[in-house]
């Protein structure tokens, strides 16, 4: 992709990097100006061995314990989502050309991305790469390509050069995954000043933004479905010309993608997730941190308690219509579990005011929550149990009832092992 001298261009650009996570961190962490030993974690993260599941894949591909199969529509593709257990009803498509495959991406050939709560797959027909990331408990997120052309030992090769997009001021500065809205034109170039980072805060009329949309949602506006300046001129005439949309076969020829559709519930839960796995990095290498230099874990306070408002989806932006998908994928993510006795789970949707019946995050079972050090989760849980039982006055949680703060709780108490004791008596 690039040649030798991108190096030292991300060497130096980490430097910057490092600089400026100084300040950020002060935004999130108004009295951690201690943050820069996150440097460290930094600078180390070339150094540091990867984990997680597209490692383990690589590691059974190795010891012939798996092979991944190739066929010409998809080359790698599908094998490779099987083997991870990514479901296709995930598929997003996404026509800007956010990504180092721009060349060929516009709104007749978009970018496929599929995930799961470990690992993500971005995929471009005809490109040469598959473009893979894995949740990785030192790192934070780690990538990876897979070449495309048919080989007798296919590889799994981890990239740091991702990082250049992937680790910058919109992931808080630790790697992590992006979704962004931007005005896109109709070839797929962006208005690189529209650009947002979006999160589950972030208001529907504003998400979207290069994003095909499928499903049903009442009067619900956003930017997606809107490639071209005509498009976007219509649309401000007409808000529900680009809405509840379920077959994208006027749009571009989608026998190129193994599913039809870029499911809107999918879009709805990557956008929580990959803002909440950047908090649990940030406050992973914080808390680290703080406990290497000091005695006292006070310097990631604040990353907890960032954690926690994200977690309990306090702010989060209203849906206000009904949301109905077109892909499998609501129902795959709510099989996932854990439920408790009664069948209750924190995967399960409401998708009518909001988007889980149950304002808790389920990435309180990833391995990124329990890789927090022992200090920072005891903490945490102690903040999270003041909110819950009302011992917390803080005006954050106001909106949180009664009847959510006691089922999160229950829900909690039967599936997390490692609460403390004072939660169940
Ligand atoms: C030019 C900036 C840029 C570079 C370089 C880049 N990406 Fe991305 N990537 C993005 C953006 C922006 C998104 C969000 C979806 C989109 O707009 O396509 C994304 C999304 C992804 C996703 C889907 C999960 C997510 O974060 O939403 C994967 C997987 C991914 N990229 C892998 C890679 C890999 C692997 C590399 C290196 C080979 C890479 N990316 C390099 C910008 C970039």
Redesign the pocket.
């Known amino acids: 992709?690039k040649g030798g001298n991108t190096l030292s261009w991300i060497t130096l650009g980490w430097i910057i990097l490092l600089a400026r996570s100084i300040t950020l961190s002060a935004a999130i962490t108004p009295d951690a100006s201690k943050a820069t030993v996150l440097d460290e974690g930094m600078n180390g993260y070339r150094k540091t061995e990867a984990s997680g599941v597209i490692l383990a894949l690589q590691t059974r591909l190795e010891r012939g314990e798996t092979r991944l199969r190739h066929e010409t529509r998809h080359g790698y593709l599908l094998s490779l989502l099987h083997e991870l257990n990514v479901p296709v009803s995930s598929q997003l498509l996404?026509a800007?050309k956010?990504?180092?495959n721009k060349a060929l991406i516009s709104p007749q050939n978009p970018?496929a991305?599929y995930?799961n709560d470990q690992a993500?797959?971005?995929y471009v027909p005809s490109a040469e790469?598959i473009?893979?990331?894995a949740a990785d408990v030192k790192l934070g997120v780690v990538?990876?390509?897979l070449e495309q052309k048919e080989s007798a030992q296919p590889r799994l090769v981890r990239?740091d050069?991702?990082l250049?997009?992937?680790a910058s001021s919109k992931t808080l500065d630790v790697p992590g995954?992006?979704?962004?809205s931007f005005l896109t034109k109709d070839d797929g170039d962006v208005d690189v000043l529209s650009g947002i980072v979006v999160t589950h805060r972030t208001p529907i009329a504003e998400r979207w933004g290069?994003f095909y949309v499928t499903g049903t949602y009442g009067a619900l506006t956003h930017r997606g479905n809107l490639f071209g300046a005509e498009a976007i001129a219509r649309h401000e005439k007409d808000p529900a010309c680009n809405a509840n949309i379920t077959d994208l076969k006027p749009f571009l020829e989608v026998r190129k993608y193994p599913d039809g559709g870029s499911d809107i519930v999918s879009l709805l839960v990557?956008e929580h997730q990959?803002h909440m796995q950047t908090l649990l990095t940030r406050l992973a290498a914080e808390s680290r941190n703080a406990l290497q230099t000091g005695d006292s874990l006070r310097p990631a306070y604040p990353a907890i308690e960032a954690v926690l408002k994200y977690m309990l989806f306090t702010d989060e932006a209203g849906l206000g219509s009904t949301v109905r998908g077109t892909s499998d994928f609501a129902h795959w993510f709510e099989q996932q579990g854990p439920k408790d006795k009664q069948g209750r789970s924190l995967r399960q949707f409401d998708l009518q005011t909001r988007l889980f019946k149950f304002p808790f995050s389920f990435m309180i079972y990833s391995p990124s929550f329990e890789a927090v050090p022992a200090p920072a989760r005891k903490h945490f849980y102690r903040r999270l149990w003041d909110i819950l039982s009302g011992e917390d006055p803080s005006p954050d949680y106001r909106k949180l009832s009664e009847a959510s703060r006691k089922a999160i709780r229950e829900v909690l108490i039967e599936t997390k092992n490692d609460l403390p004791n004072y939660w169940r008596f």
């Open positions: 992709m996404v800007s956010t990504s180092p970018r991305l995930y993500s797959v971005a790469l473009e893979l990331a990538f990876y390509t990239d050069r991702c250049e997009c992937h995954l992006l979704v962004r290069g990557l990959a």
